[in-house]
């Protein structure tokens, strides 16, 4: 717990107690304070409206002394003071700062704040697809754009002195996350680290990896929010009465409030008589206007969300409750873009107006000059701007990842000069974009995670209540849970605690990732590097958590051998005979059941392999002396133990065994793949040319047979393992699908495409549709025979080649190819508008379709880098027919960066 300091010279180091008193005392407190008023910290500090709170001074205090420095503390606490003063040392001493965030939007919104204080000289910006100064002092950027810096050893890394790493505890997120690791390693041992994170309950554990891998890092934590939060659940009995709000926990206490478990209680009853059907034939129900009607039984029924189950509050009824208890603005969380678009209309629907006329002119011209210039008229109408504006005039907004940039950034203006009253938000609005509101909302404690529906975790529900409260304007915020369907007040409760879930790694060595590291470093040098993740870090302490128990198990085998000697022979042994011959009839045969066989007779004769094997371990049992031991019962009965703990042993050992050292043999696996494919090289074994000139015909090939999993299996790395041509092309793409894009450029899949059918075809490389799609296209432009569909054809047989090598070697699937956003991006690209454009695709926002877009530009942009390294299979190089579909995709509104 930290407390709010009250003067700036009260700040002095930690030293040895005197009487402050004392001449001595007096003395030394006069030169700590001369000393600290020479500090860049004071200097910095003199140049707030506010005096920093201890946190941010004991970090800013430890970032002059050059440490890295973690800072872990509630949403809003004021962690970017720690990242500004970062910023604000370098300037002083003629050095960069980057500042990387996890998303575009943030990224934008820091670079037009380091701006408006730097000027726009010395500030630059970098994302996939955009790039503005990017030497300049000061860089912002997404994570990946400076991993991938790192990996070219880009000369815009020169004089780098901090970089801060915004959202550090994104490293978690299982698609993404592993970029921050690489980050954190691979920076020069130069560079101080600034991570700002939520607050996660192995903070600890994690500053001393940073420490191991990065040196002096000093750890802030800060539990105190800046404003406090009441947890609060909206109850409602029927339409007829309005919502209810009830504290979640007694006052000043963690105890559920009792109140609210009663008034649940009444509600579950009188839910459960209304099965049946019991009751009026008429009863009165509320409109949404507010006036009263005659509804039928049938019709109330229907209104319900399931026999027997609690009334649900409307959205547009909770919002009018907020306005009434004068507790906006709000942001409402609903885990669907549809959803919050849906709740949009429902208050439109209900006649709510949540601002004045004059508010309401306000936001009309402010909307209109950031429109100004951006837009057509038709693209407006195809994005439906006329009720967008229409609910921003009354207050009401959504905001989600499926509109485009522009009507987003409209939101979060309108929204922090606190025009906009109410925002339906998914979970995204939760990451780092400055937009804090009086109240949250949540809908549900539940939400669909892509495949199925999942809780919140402790750490979802504390980010997303972390937007409750405005420091400077509110004393209290409001974190206010909507009832639904299944919800269970201990559930909210014990969602609400402080230092709430643990973070942890979701690094995996890649296809890139390797070459990368083998481009500088010898297979020694990489593995040494490996091992210096969070992920073989969290590895090996989980493995050391194993140790006590396998030696536990050890002595009581060894008890159970000394109490079952057999002066006969070896009574272990003759167990071990009966172990073996119990995993070959169960499991062994049991594989055999499910392999697939080239022929019957192939099948018959492993079959019969099976049975020999069987029938020797049977044979082995009964020639065993020690079953001629009169005391064999008594032997088995100790033996049953032991065997039962030598299971249990040799489980964990596997257990700990696979943990330590994952990490590399992942890595291992991977080379042996790519040593295999040729896409690097023993340079003792073949020279260059040879390796290229047999790369086609005998390499590939080996995928159709089965024996490439084989040559790998029983094949140890050499020493030192260097690049060919193949590999200096993969080590410049980054993808999820990274091998199949290299594999794919290597093989000419693309040679002899347009443009337009090129960029159309690399849709499939980062588009994913909705659940329950084919992942094909409606049609293919040119049809089923057309250049566009052979090249369809030619990218699934090169994913199912390499999906097929990933999968034999133990690896994870790949994810499959999705071609359903073929016929969208190839009409964008011919020229078609942005309406008739997402006329072939219903399920695609414009929001989705832009955000595509710029993920093709992206993967074009680092196919144009790997131009030295493209075999000429045909007359146009494809880096030049990159080049060209950036043109003709990077147009209107998908053009627009937000930076205007």
């Not at 509630?74 to 960069?96: C, M, N, S, W």
């Not at 992920?535 to 140790?547: G, P």
């Not at 070959?584 to 022929?599: C, M, P, Y």
Request: aromatic share 8%; glycine share 6%.
């Amino acid at each position: 717990m930290v407390r709010r300091r009250r003067r700036r010279e009260q700040h002095t180091p930690d030293t040895v107690d005197l009487d402050p008193q004392s001449p001595a005392g007096r003395y030394r407190a006069f030169k700590e304070r001369q000393q600290y008023r020479s500090s860049y910290a004071y200097s910095f500090a003199q140049r707030l409206p506010f005096a920093l709170d201890d946190f941010q001074q004991q970090a800013i205090d430890a970032l002059e002394q050059n440490n890295n420095v973690l800072v872990a503390a509630p949403t809003g606490a004021g962690k970017t003071i720690v990242a500004d003063f970062a910023v604000y040392l370098a300037q002083e001493r003629g050095v960069k700062a980057f500042y990387t965030t996890p998303i575009k939007a943030l990224s934008n919104q820091k670079y037009h704040e380091l701006v408006a204080q730097y000027g726009s000289e010395q500030v630059g910006l970098l994302t996939g697809d955009l790039s503005v100064n990017p030497e300049a002092q000061i860089v912002v950027m997404t994570t990946e754009v400076l991993r991938n810096m790192l990996y070219t050893h880009s000369i815009t890394l020169h004089a780098l002195n901090f970089v801060i790493l915004d959202e550090i505890h994104y490293l978690a997120d299982r698609f993404r996350g592993a970029v921050w690791e690489e980050v954190i390693i691979h920076l020069p041992s130069s560079v101080r680290i600034v991570g700002l994170s939520a607050t996660v309950s192995n903070v600890e554990d994690f500053s001393r990896w940073i420490e191991s891998t990065r040196g002096n890092t000093t750890l802030v934590i800060s539990e105190q929010r800046p404003v406090p939060l009441r947890q609060e659940v909206m109850l409602q009995s029927d339409e007829r009465h309005e919502p209810q709000l009830y504290p979640l926990f007694q006052r000043g206490t963690t105890t559920l409030n009792h109140q609210l478990t009663m008034r649940l209680k009444e509600l579950d009853h009188k839910a459960a008589r209304r099965i049946g059907g019991a009751g009026d034939t008429y009863s009165r129900t509320k409109r949404p206007s507010g006036r009263y009607h005659r509804a039928s039984a049938k019709q109330l029924v229907s209104s319900r969300q399931g026999r027997g189950q609690r009334y649900t509050p409307k959205r547009w009824a909770v919002v009018d409750e907020l306005d009434v208890l004068d507790r906006l603005p709000a942001i409402y969380f609903i885990f669907s873009r549809a959803g919050c678009d849906q709740a949009v209309r429902q208050c439109m629907q209900a006649g709510l107006r949540l601002t004045t006329d004059s508010e309401a002119l306000r936001i009309r011209h402010i909307v209109e000059t950031m429109i100004d210039g951006q837009l057509s008229r038709d693209e407006l109408k195809a994005l439906g701007f006329s009720h967008f504006i229409r609910a921003l005039e009354e207050g009401i907004a959504a905001h989600h990842a499926g509109m485009i940039a522009l009507f987003r950034q409209i939101v979060e203006t309108l929204f922090e000069q606190g025009l906009v009253k109410i925002v339906f938000a998914t979970e995204t609005l939760a990451l780092g974009i400055n937009m804090p509101a009086r109240s949250v909302v949540i809908e549900k404690l539940e939400k669909f995670n892509g495949t199925g529906h999942v809780d919140l975790t402790p750490g979802e529900f504390t980010q997303l209540t972390g937007r409750a409260g405005r420091r400077g304007t509110d004393t209290i915020g409001h974190a206010i849970v909507v009832d639904h369907q299944g919800f269970v007040a201990q559930t909210a409760a014990s969602l609400s605690s402080k230092r709430v879930y643990p973070l942890h790694s979701s690094f995996k060595p890649t296809f890139s990732m390797a070459v990368n590291l083998l481009n500088t470093s010898s297979v020694a040098m990489a593995q040494d590097t490996l091992e210096h993740s969070f992920a073989q870090w969290e590895a090996n302490a989980s493995a050391s958590s194993l140790d006590s128990r396998i030696e536990q198990l050890k002595q009581a085998i060894h008890g159970y051998e000394q109490a079952m000697q057999c002066e006969y022979g070896d009574i272990t042994e003759l167990l071990r005979i009966r172990m073996r011959l119990t995993d070959v009839q169960r499991g062994e045969r049991n594989a055999l059941k499910h392999r697939v066989f080239s022929s019957t007779q192939a099948r018959s004769g492993a079959f019969r392999a099976l049975d020999s094997k069987i029938d020797t371990l049977k044979a082995q049992d009964r020639a065993h002396p020690c079953r001629q031991c009169p005391d064999i019962d008594e032997h088995m009965r100790w033996g049953h133990r032991w065997t039962r703990e030598t299971r249990e042993l040799e489980r964990l050992e596997h257990r700990r065994d696979s943990r330590t050292g994952s990490v590399v043999r992942r890595f291992s696996v991977i080379c042996h793949i790519l040593l295999a494919l040729g896409i690097v090289i023993d340079p003792k074994e073949s020279r260059h040319d040879e390796l290229e000139e047999n790369y086609d015909a005998r390499r590939i090939e080996q995928l159709y047979d089965g024996n490439m999993p084989i040559a790998i299996e029983h094949r140890s790395l050499p020493d030192t393992l260097v690049l060919s041509t193949q590999g200096q092309l993969l080590r410049r793409i980054y993808s999820e699908l990274d091998i199949v894009i290299a594999q794919c450029l290597t093989q000419g899949v693309f040679d002899g495409l347009s443009p337009e059918a090129f960029v159309a075809v690399l849709s499939a490389f980062i588009y994913e549709s909705r659940r329950g799609s084919t992942g094909q296209p409606a049609h293919y432009p040119g049809g089923a025979k057309g250049d566009i569909a052979v090249a369809a054809s030619r990218m699934q047989t090169m994913w199912y080649r390499m999906n097929t090598l990933c999968t034999d070697m133990d690896l994870e699937p790949l994810r499959p190819l999705d071609f359903g956003m073929v016929e969208v991006v190839f009409d964008w690209a011919t020229g078609a508008d942005l309406a008739q454009t997402l006329s072939n695709n219903r399920d695609l926002t414009g929001g989705d379709f832009v955000r595509s877009c710029k993920r093709i530009i992206d993967l074009l942009g680092q196919i144009e880098q790997v131009r030295d390294f493209l075999p000429e299979h045909g007359q146009t190089n494809v880096a030049d027919l990159a080049r060209f579909a950036r043109a003709i995709v990077n147009r209107s509104v998908v053009a627009y960066s937000g930076l205007e």
